[in-house]
């Protein structure tokens, strides 16, 4: 039985901390407010932006897994997640002596800058300007010059229960089509983030970085259009880019952000052995729009109460 801290243990850390909990292992779960995870999982409230939190941490950890998110969009929410928190969090681990095993850090695709629907691996140069790229390059480093073994995941686009962005905006009728060449996006399902981490903590002699995207690297029209059938409504029509103007504040002009276009390869996440149990959208969606079907809408739930 593996003694297992998840730093950040948000929806996708829970999801890991479950199955590491039904497969035997102790798992603590760190956040500011832990009262919200479910059973199986030990509540640890500390704040990695603050040190002073972090003194208590549970004694002879095997595995850590960061997997902390920024509050919000903006240089210093990214800086406290990616940058200050991972250096608490080391800190801490090395003012107790802890000597864990191995480290995740659950890291993203955003650091690498191409966007002309270039293919990127491992390999490719991760050099993004802006400042989520470089603050989560930053992190990752950070997890690279410690005195662990660490190992850093940089995920696609995550969808799954309670992400469903995609799914509402072609029913609601508001998604578009972008003009001009195809906008290539990379995804991955919830369920198989927290199965790739569980397989990369055990795995013997893993890489020190993975790119963790499904099979399917696919163009943002064909996205959209399949769900428009799925779900029975019009398929989304074709809008000019709106003008490039500054943004407000930190954050970015809206198509700025969606002219990001590279495909991500995974085949180094393949050959470790790992096997996705969705592959690509249309498996992912299939069963989000499947598992939505078969849940009684509010109407029918009162039409039975009555």
């Known amino acids: 039985m593996a003694r297992i801290l998840i730093a950040g243990c948000g929806d996708i850390g829970t999801t890991l901390g479950l199955s590491l909990h039904a497969a035997g292992h102790r798992v603590w779960g760190m956040k500011r ?32 897994v960061y997997s902390a998110a920024a509050a919000g969009f903006s240089e210093a929410s990214y800086q406290a997640a990616y940058v200050t928190g991972i250096h608490n969090l080391l800190s ?15 890291s993203s695709t955003s650091v690498y800058a191409q966007h002309r629907g270039e293919w990127v691996d491992e390999d490719s140069p991760a050099v993004a300007e802006g400042f989520p790229g470089r603050c989560i390059r930053a992190g990752e480093q950070l997890l690279w010059d410690s005195a662990w073994p660490a190992v850093v995941v940089r995920f696609g686009g ?28 990379n995804r991955i399902h919830r369920d198989d983030c927290a199965r790739v981490l569980e397989h990369l903590l055990f795995l013997p002699n893993p890489a020190p970085l993975y ?34 103007k500054p ?30 149990r969705y592959p690509s959208y249309r498996d992912g969606y299939g069963a989000l729009l499947r598992a939505a079907a078969a849940r009684p809408s509010d109407q029918n739930v009162a039409s039975a109460k009555s």
């Open 211 to 244: 790119l963790a995207v499904d099979d399917d690297p696919a163009p943002l029209t064909e996205v959209l259009d399949w769900l428009a059938v799925q779900l029975g409504v019009p398929e989304p029509p074709t809008a000019a880019d709106p003008p490039l």
């Open 33 to 64: 407010h832990p009262d919200d995870l479910p059973s199986g999982l030990q509540p640890l409230a500390a704040d990695l932006a603050d040190p002073a939190t972090l003194t208590a941490l549970p004694p002879a950890l095997d595995y850590l």
């Open 247 to 276: 943004g407000s504040g930190n954050r970015p002009n809206l198509a700025l952000r969606q002219r990001a276009s590279k495909r991500c390869r995974n085949a180094r996440l393949r050959a470790s052995g790992f096997r996705f």
């Open 158 to 185: 995550i969808y799954g229960p309670g992400r469903t962005r995609l799914i509402d905006s072609v029913r609601d009728g508001i998604a578009t089509h972008s003009a001009g060449p195809p906008v290539f996006t």
């Open 92 to 106: 801490a681990l090395r003012q107790a002596g802890q000597r864990p095993k191995r480290v995740l850090l659950t």
